[in-house]
């Protein structure tokens, strides 16, 4: 029930009409969550499928917000092997050199933010925005601390990179993105990439974690094809 109150929440505010009349794919990620990156090519197809039946929300989930220790031997040999895991079972190309960054420390609030910003000028392009922060820091090892990152992809998809800077670095985007993070702890959400459906005044876990799109695309159908029936 508490789950429930909270996500027809976000969709009043997510949404112009009446939330309890809609349906929605909630897209709960981090864009340097490694299995949220393994799991681009998935969740691009579920949302082209429904696109014309179901509206797209996204929350930044906070996968390590706020980090200040520095990687070490062991953090690096996990994350290669991590990565070379999520690579082999999903094709996504990952490069390494991040792994040798000296006194880097994963702190993943930057890019959430980065997101959080670029919804706030142009919600539509949201989604390719997290996607292209995916791609600069898993494909092309552009460091995630850097705000020149950000401004370059917000001028790649023509987001207004002078707004988009200044919102980027003000206290109030920190705290707006701090606000994702704990939407997504009160949803009870422990796991990335985590998928919710919203149909009226019920809530559907789709997933919680990697999969395939098929299954999560049989699944939200199946749920739609119910909801369609008790009306």
């Not at 706020?66 to 092997?81: A, P, Q, T």
């Not at 420390?105 to 922060?133: C, G, L, N, W």
Request: hydrophobic share 40%; net charge neutral.
């Amino acid at each position: 029930m508490m789950r429930q109150a909270i996500l027809l929440t976000f969709l009043t505010l997510a949404m112009s009409s009446n939330a309890q009349e809609k349906k929605m794919l909630v897209y709960i990620a981090d864009p340097m969550c490694s299995w949220c990156y393994g799991f681009t090519k998935e969740i691009t197809k579920i949302k082209k499928i429904f696109e014309n039946d179901l509206q797209f929300g996204m929350i930044m989930g906070g996968l390590r917000p706020y980090n200040k220790e520095v990687m070490d031997e062991k953090l690096v040999k996990f994350l290669r092997e991590h990565w070379e895991d999520i690579g082999k079972k999903t094709g996504q190309s990952f490069r390494y050199n991040v792994l040798n960054w000296e006194n880097f420390q994963y702190d993943t609030e930057p890019a959430a933010r980065a997101v959080v910003v670029a919804r706030s000028i142009v919600p539509a392009k949201e989604f390719d925005y997290f996607k292209h922060v995916q791609n600069s820091f898993y494909a092309l090892n552009q460091h995630p601390h850097d705000v020149d990152t950000y401004v370059r992809i917000a001028r790649d998809l023509a987001i207004d990179a002078t707004e988009f800077e200044k919102r980027f670095l003000s206290q109030e985007y920190m705290i707006k993105t701090s606000k994702d993070f704990e939407l997504s702890r009160k949803l009870g959400i422990n796991g990335f990439p985590s998928l919710l459906l919203v149909v009226g005044e019920k809530s559907y876990i789709v997933t919680s974690g990697y999969s395939k799109a098929a299954p999560l695309i049989a699944k939200i159908q199946e749920v739609l094809d119910e909801a369609a029936q008790d009306k």
